[in-house]
């Protein structure tokens, strides 16, 4: 069954330490992005990328780089981690665009940030 | 730019009655529309989707909504809520010069009383 799988479900991170959250989707889809979501409030976008080697900035890409060394995989860096980026992280991948997209989103990573 | 707006960021309902959730858009051109619903620590989950034709849309589990471009709107309705139907649900359009990346409405919470 395709999917999207997001790794760790959880974390913990130190002010001004690194964060590596990782995405893995088996749908074969060329599209995948990363959202975050704070509490009472939807999803904005972070980065995405349309093509393995390449990102491109969101809507709030301040304080977040993302990487896409394969078709599968998409992580999101927090290269030093702040108070503010306490949130839920979802991955989304999706196939062709506008009409025809079809987007599956992942379980979603708690980051708590002390 | 893009913007999704739902009014109500809670709605409490009987189980039994008619649900409505209201979703209003701003995008210049055809939009391409969805509703995604989200129980509690889990991901978002596909109702359904608009992109051209009947403005009414069926989706799952009883769930339809209808288009109105004069209204600039899409509002979610369900004939009779389960308890199991209590869960936030979000509006989203799909944006132009992000891919085909989402934006989101803030969501509705939505009560099921027994």
């Known amino acids: 069954e395709a999917a999207v799988t997001q790794s760790p479900r959880s974390k913990v991170a130190v002010t001004g330490g690194k964060v590596t959250l990782s995405c893995h989707q088996t749908?074969?889809?060329?599209?995948m992005y990363w959202y975050r979501q704070d509490t009472g409030h939807g999803l904005r976008l972070i980065h995405y990328?349309?093509?393995?080697?390449?990102?491109e900035k969101g809507d709030i890409p301040d304080g977040y780089k993302a990487s896409r060394p394969s078709q599968e995989n998409f992580s999101l860096i927090l290269e030093l981690a702040s108070l503010s980026q306490t949130a839920v992280y979802f991955c989304a991948s999706s196939g062709d665009r506008g009409a025809n997209s079809d987007y599956t989103f992942g379980s979603g990573t708690r980051l708590l940030v002390i | 730019a893009q913007s999704v707006t739902q009014p109500d960021a809670r709605v409490t309902v009987s189980e039994g009655a008619s649900l409505q959730l209201r979703c209003k858009y701003s995008y210049s051109a055809t939009p391409y529309l969805f509703w995604y619903v989200q129980y509690p620590r889990q991901g978002l989950q596909l109702l359904l989707k608009?992109?051209?034709?009947?403005?009414v849309v069926q989706g799952v589990n009883g769930f339809e909504a209808e288009f109105s471009k004069s209204n600039s709107s899409f509002h979610l309705r369900k004939a009779s809520v389960h308890w199991s139907d209590s869960a936030v649900y979000f509006c989203?359009?799909?944006?132009?010069?992000?891919?085909?990346?989402?934006?989101f409405g803030s969501g509705t919470k939505v009560i099921v009383l027994p």
């Open positions: 608009y992109y051209s034709g009947d403005p």
């Open positions: 990328s349309y093509v393995a080697d390449s990102t």
């Open positions: 749908n074969n889809h060329d599209y």
């Open positions: 989203a359009v799909a944006q132009t010069g992000f891919a085909s990346a989402l934006t």
